[in-house]
């Protein structure tokens, strides 16, 4: 199936430092949202983007939509041992019947204390 | 936030028998579900999407004689994946939408986790 390039594919970061990553499409996507998967659970959402050139902010997440509506970033500031997990970028294109949404590869964060 | 709920969270079951996982929107009708399959250290990658009271609508490469799915109602939507087998084993996850305008929130479950031995 389809899937964006995200990357890095993977972080390990101290506690404090602040964390940026970013997702890529050969593809123009309407909606693009960010969201963080813990082990063994689903995936919750953090910061939904609608419109292109759009910065949205979640408490110390901040994630913006490419002014070409292919890529998008995600900035975690000031990380925490809670930070941990995998980040996910999804893209959807409005239209049609599912209007389905399409996932990044993945980025996994580990922060040391 | 909205919550999604998945039945069961881990099953374990023998090659050739079926399992049939439950997903419930609880505080929401949901017009349209998906199913996903995550295999470790992998993404998601959608399945097959369901809208209530119409036929599934698969991604290219999974079958749908093996991976039944029905959306009896707005709350409710259930994956049977027949005949299982080891390479099924894997993290399935199901999402609900109440809409499909673009700021209706695609809610995701906790997950089913099957192992088939």
């Known amino acids: 199936g389809q899937q964006l390039n995200q990357s890095p594919q993977s972080m390990f970061i101290q506690e404090g430092e602040d964390v940026s990553m970013n997702c890529t499409s050969s593809?123009?996507?309407?909606?693009w949202l960010w969201y963080k998967q813990d082990p063994g659970e689903g995936p919750v959402l953090l910061i939904a983007?609608?419109?292109?050139?759009e910065l949205t902010s979640n408490g110390r997440l901040t994630a913006q939509f490419g002014i070409t509506r292919k890529d998008s970033f995600l900035n975690i500031s000031a990380s925490i041992p809670s930070d941990v997990g995998i980040y996910f970028c999804?893209?959807?294109?409005?239209?049609?019947?599912?209007?389905?949404?399409?996932f990044g590869t993945g980025t996994l964060l580990a922060v040391q204390p | 936030g909205a919550v999604v709920s998945q039945h069961p969270s881990r099953v374990i079951c023998k090659s050739g028998t079926s399992v049939k996982i439950e997903c419930r929107s609880l505080?929401?009708?949901?017009?349209?579900m998906f199913w996903y399959r995550q295999f470790p250290k992998q993404s998601l990658m959608l399945m097959a999407t369901?809208?209530?009271?119409?036929?599934?609508?698969?991604e290219q490469g999974v079958e749908k004689d093996k991976f039944l799915i029905n959306h009896a109602s707005l709350t409710l939507s259930t994956l049977t994946v027949t005949s299982a087998h080891p390479e099924d084993s894997s993290f399935y996850i199901c999402?609900?939408?109440?809409?499909?305008?673009?700021?209706?929130?695609?809610?995701f479950g906790p997950g089913t986790r099957l192992t088939v031995l």
């Open positions: 999402s609900a939408r109440p809409g499909l305008a673009d700021r209706d929130t695609q809610y």
């Open positions: 593809s123009i996507f309407n909606t």
């Open positions: 983007l609608y419109k292109a050139g």
């Open positions: 999804a893209g959807r294109v409005r239209g049609g019947a599912t209007n389905k949404l399409i």
């Open positions: 505080d929401f009708q949901a017009t349209t």
């Open positions: 369901s809208n209530e009271g119409s036929k599934a609508t698969y």
